[in-house]
């Protein structure tokens, strides 16, 4: 095994970083669903690639910033991300229960997108992917730095909103203990279908995001799940900053592992990790 330079090493953590913030910007909506709210929204994945999609219509079709396309983006996620709560609390569905219903989602929404745009990868050609900075002999590309900055302004808005409000303070304490939460006036319905609708946003964030960096195909959603759950696990259930975190801790080892061995090694080291962190703390997940 022949050791890459220093050059390479380096230029592999910073991409591992912004791999990372992607991981923890996908995750950051799902980990406060499933830690909030109770609910596996496996349909958070097919949100993010709806506003991927979205984003890549608008901007080659509608000649529309990328960046503002989530003006119209973000509350459409959140009103579907509300609409699929509503379903949720309608039928009073346990956890488990949540995830089949989610995944059918899932599911219907790849049709959805394969029906109006076809399984054909696409790649949004904007003006963001030709801008680089240097860093000496590093470079630094636009679209990674916007999903960076995009990621840690999001995880740190939501953790704000959690440790410094009435809503946020209301939120963990209907997670802690419902019914003692609902006997001091909190309205746990209408905080619901705030939190339901905020965390599908953050998947329209997530998608602007992936459709700058990557191309982008229905099926290729299934391939972000593992990786990004094993961020919101390793991260924290509920936790703000956990899924950054760990995204860049994932982002940073997957990097570091093709840079030194084979890219083929690289998805065994978030579930390793994963593994190694439930075995070393078992209560973690409670």
Wanted: with cysteine.
């Amino acid at each position: 095994m022949t050791l890459p330079s220093w050059t390479l090493l380096a230029q592999s953590v910073l991409s591992g970083v912004f791999a990372g913030a992607l991981y923890g910007l996908l995750g950051l909506g799902l980990g406060l669903s499933w830690g909030l709210l109770r609910t596996i929204n496996l349909a958070h994945f097919g949100f993010a690639f709806l506003s991927a999609y979205l984003c890549w219509q608008l901007s080659v079709v509608g000649r529309i910033d990328p960046l503002l396309t989530l003006v119209l983006i973000s509350p459409l996620m959140f009103a579907l991300g509300a609409g699929l709560h509503g379903l949720t609390e309608r039928f009073k569905l346990t956890p488990f229960n949540s995830l089949l219903l989610t995944f059918g989602c899932l599911g219907i929404l790849e049709s959805l997108m394969q029906a109006v745009w076809t399984a054909d990868p696409r790649k949004l050609e904007s003006h963001y992917a030709a801008l680089k900075f240097r860093l000496g002999p590093l470079y630094l590309p636009v679209p990674e730095l916007l999903t960076l900055a995009l990621a840690i302004a999001t995880s740190f808005g939501a953790w704000a909103l959690l440790r410094h409000t009435d809503l946020g303070k209301a939120l963990r304490a209907s997670a802690e203990d419902a019914p003692v939460a609902a006997a001091f006036g909190v309205n746990q319905r209408r905080n619901g279908f705030l939190l339901a609708g905020t965390c599908a946003a953050l998947a329209g964030v997530a998608g602007v995001c992936i459709a700058l960096s990557t191309s982008i195909s229905p099926s290729q959603m299934y391939a972000w799940i593992g990786v990004v759950f094993a961020a919101v696990m390793l991260g924290g259930l509920g936790s703000a900053l956990g899924p950054l975190l760990a995204g860049v801790v994932i982002g940073v080892s997957e990097a570091v592992t093709m840079a030194v061995t084979a890219p083929s090694w690289a998805p065994l080291v978030s579930f390793t990790l994963l593994i190694l962190i439930l075995l070393a703390r078992p209560g973690r997940m409670r």
